[in-house]
């Protein structure tokens, strides 16, 4: 017999956020798991939203000073950053915001701009590189003390990265309960003590459908694209917010969406952005335990099924 | 019985015996009289008729009914099962992460049992809640499916 499951679905971080948790835990039954769930994500945008003046994130990228107390997600977001950037080798940099704004992405999006319409105007493709600043190398924390370091200029992005690690820092807290899943605008953190395989499905950028479902126990899955949060920025040209490092401006690689799995959603969340930012020809060596490929033609692949 | 009905002594009113004569009344009253007690009689027939035919329609189509619905419910076709498992299966197994929903969101629960299955849910409030339960008591329906998309 299957244990209850509890489930809410709610606007957050600019798109959509679920929780669904079966039997009771740590955190009490189910029903009290998810309104806790809910509670936290919900009070992390409010926190974590670079788009609102007075959010700790805003206050942290304000500071002139060079070290600074921060709380301990603040600690770990800034981790998560330093992290990424090395894994990468920069192709992940999340301290780009201030060439974020300057594309055209300085307060919530409306409407995406049409896929087809955007790639039709695009600039030729070509695989994103490092920055030669490298903000992300700058950074210094100190989990114990609750310091965080960085040259007064460097900002910190929550974007994608945040939304992993919040789904990490949730499933951390809902572990102790048969089965969870948590989605954070796509970043998917999913478990639970009963070790009940749960199906994970991958849907299309163009039109919706699932291209692929993937089936586990506990595993940590995001989706990156170009598809949703872009927009024509002042001279006409498509945007996005995936933006090449090497340039500042959004990366046109030939590729549209990527799905990775991995043991954590933050990790995923890397894999996916590095494997879209490296085109078609570097993008499967970034999914080492699996995900899915979407090309510009619509085509795809799947590894790790 | 031919002695009782010599001597007027049967239960059933002979409807066919002429009335009798009362002192003071002619050939025309008495006329009248029998014509009004026809037009009762005939009245009575036709509405004992009519009641017959209307509780003989009224348990024919409960039959009918009666029939139809143990057939089908014997067949395995309940229909309010398959609905609340549509309903279930709409709510509860799959939500994307790139849903826009518009208000403060939406809430469900479901559980799993044996016996039946219902559903019930709101959209006004936002919240919802589903249970489904499968015939076995072994068998239950897995977690929930996730979605993810680009966001």
């Known amino acids: 017999m299957a244990e209850p499951e509890a489930a809410a679905t709610f606007d957050c971080f600019g798109g959509s956020c679920a929780v669904f948790v079966s039997g009771a835990g740590e955190t009490g039954p189910a029903r009290a798991a998810v309104a806790m769930a809910r509670r936290r994500l919900q009070g992390w945008h409010a926190r974590f939203s670079r788009f609102l003046p007075g959010s700790e994130l805003s206050l942290v990228n304000g500071n002139p000073a060079a070290k600074l107390r921060v709380s301990p997600l603040m600690a770990r977001l800034a981790q998560a950053v330093q992290m990424a950037g090395s894994l990468t080798g920069g192709l992940v940099d999340a301290t780009l915001i201030d060439q974020i704004e300057t594309a055209g992405y300085a307060g919530e999006l409306r409407e995406p701009l049409e896929l087809a319409r955007a790639l039709e105007r695009a600039p030729a493709r070509r695989p994103a590189a490092a920055s030669r600043s490298a903000g992300w190398r700058h950074i210094a924390v100190d989990a114990a003390a609750g310091t965080l370091e960085r040259p007064p200029g460097v900002k910190l992005d929550s974007g994608g990265l945040g939304k992993g690690l919040f789904a990490d820092v949730l499933g951390e807290a809902l572990a102790g309960h048969g089965a969870f899943a948590i989605s954070c605008g796509g970043d998917v953190a999913l478990g639970g003590a009963a070790g009940l395989a749960r199906a994970i499905n991958v849907e299309s950028p163009f039109d919706g459908s699932i291209l692929h479902t993937f089936e586990r126990r506990r595993t940590g899955v995001a989706t990156s694209g170009i598809g949703r949060r872009s927009w024509l920025d002042r001279s006409g040209r498509p945007a996005h917010h995936l933006l090449n490092p090497a340039t500042g401006r959004p990366a046109f690689t030939g590729l549209v969406q990527v799905t990775a799995l991995a043991p954590s959603a933050l990790l995923a969340e890397v894999y996916a952005k590095a494997a879209i930012l490296s085109g078609p020809h570097g993008a499967s060596a970034w999914l080492p335990y699996g995900g899915v490929i979407v090309r510009e033609d619509g085509s795809h692949d799947v590894l790790g099924r | ?151």
Request: hydrophobic letters at 30%; charged letters at 15%; zero cysteines.
């Open chain 2, 1 to 151: 019985m031919e002695s009782d009905d010599l001597m007027g002594a049967t239960m059933q009113p002979n409807h066919n015996a002429p009335p009798r004569q009362r002192p003071g009344e002619g050939p025309r009253q008495l006329g009248g009289r029998t014509l009004a007690r026809q037009k009762l009689i005939a009245m009575r027939r036709r509405a004992r008729r009519i009641r017959r035919l209307v509780a003989g329609l009224a348990a024919a189509t409960f039959a009918a009914a009666f029939l139809t619905v143990y057939v089908q419910l014997a067949s395995g076709h309940d229909p309010a099962l398959s609905a609340a498992a549509k309903r279930s299966s709409t709510s509860g197994s799959s939500t994307s992460a790139t849903h826009q929903s518009s208000a403060s969101g939406r809430e469900s629960s479901s559980s799993s049992a044996s016996g039946r299955e219902s559903s019930s849910s709101s959209a006004g409030g936002g919240e919802s809640s589903t249970s489904s339960q499968s015939g076995g008591g072994e068998s239950s329906s897995g977690p929930s499916a996730v979605t993810t998309a680009q966001s």
